[in-house]
């Protein structure tokens, strides 16, 4: 079955400093991956459309500078976190399918921590 | 897309069925997912439904749709201590459109 890998599961970082989330089809290509939110007990929150080759698309309320996604090939999308702040602590999450599939498939997700 | 609802808590009885419901609001929703997360982990697709259907099952799993009402429900089984987790339910417009995800039902199995 599909398979999505996400690095890393865990990170933690000092406020201000940037952080690097990886997200890669390991079996497929994804032309369009997304990069969920989730805070505790909470549902997940579409942050944006990773697109690859192109711009990312950016839900209404996400900071397009802060949240910088990188789609540079059919098999990895990143999301780096700019000058992070205590606030931006959450669980993130991507997501792809292949193409002509239903489902999509979730990476593990990766919980950052900024202190 | 639009708005996904879910009732927060069910707590059940091992080999009793578990009953999760989810409401939607997005008339046009063609695709209705079932995913099951465990704490820490990312989501596990479960099951799915096109919106041309009323009912899919698959082993313990069984998924009712009620277009008319925009509800929908996912229906365990013979429900396991390892049941125990969040179920969200999801929708979207097509196979390579957006989810737009519930709130979430944590499930809880007791002995």
């Known amino acids: 079955g599909a398979v999505v890998s996400q690095h890393p599961s865990w990170v933690i970082c000092k406020s201000g400093t940037s952080v690097k989330i990886e997200c890669r089809s390991l079996?497929?290509?994804?032309?369009?991956m997304f990069w969920y939110r989730q805070f505790p007990k909470q549902s997940l929150m579409l942050m944006a459309t990773s697109n690859e080759g192109s711009k990312a698309t950016y839900e209404q309320g996400v900071e397009k500078d802060k949240f910088l996604i990188n789609h540079a090939s059919l098999t990895l999308s990143t999301l780096t976190v700019t000058s992070a702040h205590p606030e931006d602590s959450s669980f993130y999450i991507c997501?792809?399918?292949?193409?002509?599939?239903?489902?999509?498939?979730f990476g593990s997700g990766t919980r950052l921590t900024v202190v | 897309g639009e708005d996904v609802e879910q009732s927060l808590f069910l707590s059940v009885r091992e080999g009793d069925s578990s009953v999760i419901n989810c409401t939607y609001t997005?008339?046009?929703?063609?695709?209705l997912y079932w995913y099951k997360q465990e704490p820490g982990a990312g989501l596990q697709l479960l099951t799915y439904?096109?919106?041309?259907?009323d009912m899919k099952q698959d082993q313990r799993l069984t998924v009712l749709l009620n277009k008319k009402d925009k509800h929908l429900s996912l229906r365990i089984a013979d429900t396991q201590t390892g049941d125990s987790a969040i179920y969200f339910c999801?929708?979207?417009?097509?196979?390579?459109?957006?989810?737009?995800f519930g709130t979430g039902t944590r499930l809880q199995v007791t002995l």
């Open positions: 997005d008339s046009s929703s063609t695709y």
């Open positions: 999801a929708d979207s417009t097509g196979t390579a459109s957006k989810l737009t």
């Open positions: 079996d497929f290509q994804a032309t369009t």
């Open positions: 997501s792809a399918t292949p193409t002509g599939a239903n489902g999509y498939t």
């Open positions: 439904i096109f919106s041309n259907m």
